[in-house]
């Protein structure tokens, strides 16, 4: 059987371009025992893909060139030689990006799609939910009444993060770019306050008339210039939870900005990176509490799907000029 | 009574200098029911003293022009109105540069001196050894075999937590200026390995060659670009324990340097800022520790003592071009 691949044919320098990638054709093996043939439904794109086009050392290995880029998808079970998976059965897994693969059938999870609907697995009760819920409550420790500042806000992580605050009983100010992003997190996803950096003059006057008593939390999910705005103005005991830098991953070279240990030292707080297999032992726990509230309506979800799997370097590239509004997915 | 009282005359702009201190001379009121007359022993010079001279907000008021600098002082009762205290009993407290002052008997707390040389109070029983262990054992977590890097290792807190690592198992490298500093780090504080910046071409190499399998707990006491090397070079799972940043007290403007996020983000790092006086409710449990250390012959301890009331201005100001070794006291 013929399946289509997308590859890496060179690394980005920079900003990644469409002529970093490139669609191949390839003859998938047969199915040998244990193993199963999936087809590809849904498709994630997340920023942190970005650092494994380098050829750096990291958290996680790096892509090589010619070979497929791969992440969370979510498949269809199409033939299966293990006892385990059903044909006509979803599952997620760190998959190629291929339209049909055979892997093993202990490398993919299967999911229940009575839950919620097969997507969401990438989002809300995948990788992005349960990096907000553990950044949030873990490192970030909210306590009701307090301020939460969220960059990357109308991202895949920002508005799960900014409804958990909310949940918590604390005040929940959202920054993010352009004026489609800041009416839906005020009006879909009750924000308290917006601040709408693409057009926002003085973004350090900005964050000061919207939060009055301070910052008490930091979810930061951008780095750069408007998290120098947002730390200047944290409260003694600060918690800064970094979850992404994605204005700094196509830097070139080291990037410059303030030394923020004067502040952190004068106000007693705290700034913790995390990557989200950190807490793997703790995933149910995420998934169960994340599940229950999208039940009750306390959580609300939003996705931009792009049609076609030729879509994928598209919708990754989308995800630095801010085209996704909630999580970023291609169906196939 | 007359007593002799060192002002802040004006505010330093940069680096202290003598201009801004004076000395007067004061007349005592008399003693009130429930008050001490007390005579300064020993004064305490520490480098956060420098943030109290700008008038800029912070954990801790700012000294006012034209008062007298205040500080950890150990003192002896020369005359007493009040039942707790009797004359000849040695107390500690925040207390102004003064050769004696009159003070309630509640703001001031006795010393045992058959514990410990009444000058310990202001150094490894006092603020700076009970900011090495907690920020040590509190922020930094060490464990078994894990390396230390401590900058500004000679200083009043930098000799502690070095020994403290050393009790709890880590390897230790402690980084200081000058050759005397380096070699009684070395030979009298057992400190594993020695970094001497002052003579020292490349910082990010030598870091690199004493520490083979890379940092785990960085406690800084310098900032700038000492620890720009340092945590260039942390594990996954580092604890940056910012105690002073010593380097930047006296730049003018914010001062610039690398962005950290994006490596504090890769490697799952901490960095936590606090005061000592976060662990307010603890600090029994410290001394008690550390004077058992220091009965067990498990810490040494060295402290810097000029001579005469008149040079506090000078210890304070020597602070800043490391002239100190361990701790920086005057003796009246």
Redesign the interface.
């Known amino acids: 059987m013929i399946a289509k691949q997308i590859i890496l044919s060179s690394r980005p320098s920079g900003f990644p371009s469409i002529n970093n990638f490139s669609e191949i054709s390839i003859e998938l093996p047969q199915l040998l025992t244990g193993e199963v043939l999936l087809q590809g439904v849904f498709y994630s794109v997340d920023p942190y893909m970005r650092?494994r086009m380098n050829n750096t050392e990291?958290?996680i290995s790096p892509f090589e060139i010619n070979e497929p880029i791969s992440g969370g998808v979510v498949a269809k079970v199409v033939a299966s030689n293990a006892t385990s998976l059903l044909p006509g059965d979803f599952v997620i897994g760190m998959l190629p990006w291929q339209t049909h693969m055979v892997v093993d059938a202990n490398a993919v999870k299967k999911i229940d799609t009575h839950i919620a609907p097969a997507s969401y697995y990438l989002g809300i009760l995948g990788m992005p939910g349960l990096t907000a819920y553990f950044g949030l409550i873990d490192i970030g420790q909210p306590k009701v009444g307090e301020t939460v500042v969220v960059s990357g806000a109308a991202g895949a992580v920002g508005v799960v993060v900014g409804q958990i605050a909310k949940i918590m009983g604390c005040k929940v100010i959202g920054i993010a770019g352009g004026t489609e992003k800041i009416t839906i997190l005020k009006n879909e996803f009750h924000f308290d306050e917006v601040i709408d950096y693409k057009n926002t003059v003085n973004i350090n006057k900005a964050i000061q008339m919207a939060c009055p008593n301070g910052i008490d939390i930091y979810f930061?999910n951008v780095?750069g210039e408007i998290?120098d705005a947002v730390i200047r103005q944290i409260n003694?005991s600060a918690r800064i939870v970094?979850?992404?830098?994605i204005a700094?991953y196509n830097d070139h070279t080291?990037?410059?900005?303030?030394?923020?240990?004067?502040?952190?030292?004068?106000?007693?707080?705290?700034?913790?990176?995390?990557?989200i297999s950190?807490y793997a032992n703790r995933f149910s726990e995420g998934i169960t509490q994340l599940s229950e509230w999208l039940k009750d309506g306390k959580l609300q979800y939003k996705e931009t799907i792009l049609h076609g799997f030729h879509q994928l370097p598209e919708a990754f590239i989308g995800l630095f000029v801010g085209k996704n509004l909630g999580k970023m997915i291609v169906e196939a």
């Open positions: 650092g990291s958290y930061d780095g998290s003694y970094l979850c992404g830098q700094l080291t990037p410059i900005g303030p030394r923020l240990q004067p502040i952190l030292l004068t106000k007693s707080a705290l700034m913790q990176g995390f990557i950190n």
